[in-house]
C-alpha cells in the first residue's frame, strides 16, 4: 500500500501519560496535515506542514499538543500529559503542492485515554 | 467563521431511488466545496469538489452561491452507495485546511 500510513493503529493510555503518533505521507507529497475526529462529527482541521515547514495551527492544538516534520517526510504528533477529552481519531492526510489538489487520508490513529 | 451543515445525519433509501445529501455552508468570501466518502472500513477518500464539475460514481454536486448550499445527488441509488458522507469547505487560499459537515450516513436497502 503505497498511500498515507499511520502508525500506531490504536492507542490506548492513562490520563497524565505523552503519547506520539505518526503520519508517513505519500513520498511525493509536500504538504502533510494532521485532523482529528471524535465521535458523531466531521474532522477538524489542527496543523499542516509544506515540507518540514509547520505554516498553521489551529485554536484547537493546546499547548500539550506538539508536531513536528523534521526533514519534511514523516510527521508526529505528540500529545503531553493526555486528558480523557482527547480521545478521539487522529487523522493525517497529505497532498502536493498546487492549490486544490485533493488529500489522501490515512486510517487513522484510534486514541481512547482512560 | 465558517460552517459546515449537513442537517441529517441518517439517510435512508431503497436502491434505485433518487439520492439527496444536504449540505449548507457559511462563508462569505469564495468556498471551494468538496464531498468526502468513507465506505465501511475503508479511509476518508475524495468524491468530488465543486471546480471540476464532473460526475463521480452518478453523483454531482451543484455550488448555489445564493442559497450558500453544495447538495449531493444520484438519480439511482446502488447499494454499494452506503457509506458515511462528509461535506467540506475550504476557505484557506492554496492549501487543503478543510472545514467538515458532522456527516451523513447513506444507507441504500436493497
Known amino acids: 500500500d503505497t498511500g498515507v500510513s499511520q502508525d500506531p493503529r490504536h492507542k490506548i493510555t492513562k490520563r497524565g501519560q505523552n503519547v506520539t503518533f505518526r503520519c508517513d505521507p505519500i513520498s511525493e507529497h509536500n504538504r502533510l496535515y494532521w485532523y482529528r475526529q471524535t465521535l458523531g462529527q466531521g474532522p477538524e482541521f489542527l496543523t499542516y506542514?509544506?515540507?518540514?515547514?509547520?505554516?498553521?495551527k489551529s485554536r484547537l492544538l493546546s499547548d500539550r499538543f506538539s508536531a513536528e516534520r523534521p526533514k519534511g517526510s514523516f510527521s508526529t504528533l505528540e500529545i503531553q500529559r493526555t486528558e480523557q477529552g482527547d480521545s478521539a481519531m487522529y487523522l493525517c492526510a497529505s497532498s502536493g503542492i498546487l492549490g486544490s489538489e485533493k488529500l489522501f487520508f490515512g486510517s487513522g490513529t484510534q486514541l481512547s485515554v482512560l | 467563521a465558517q460552517r459546515v451543515t449537513q442537517p441529517e445525519k441518517l439517510l435512508s433509501v431503497f436502491k434505485g431511488a433518487p439520492v439527496e445529501l444536504k449540505c449548507n455552508y457559511s462563508y462569505s468570501g469564495s468556498p471551494e466545496l468538496f464531498w468526502y466518502v468513507q465506505y465501511s472500513r475503508q479511509r476518508l477518500q475524495l468524491l468530488l469538489r465543486?471546480?471540476s464539475r464532473e460526475s463521480i460514481k452518478g453523483f454531482t454536486a451543484d455550488l448555489n452561491k445564493g442559497e450558500t448550499s453544495f447538495h449531493l445527488k444520484k438519480p439511482f441509488a446502488q447499494e454499494e452507495d452506503s457509506a458515511m458522507y462528509y461535506c467540506a469547505l475550504s476557505f484557506f487560499q492554496g492549501a487543503q485546511k478543510l472545514v467538515f459537515g458532522q456527516g451523513t450516513r447513506l444507507t441504500i436497502n436493497p
Open positions: 465543486h471546480i
Open positions: 506542514f509544506q515540507n518540514e515547514a509547520q505554516l498553521e
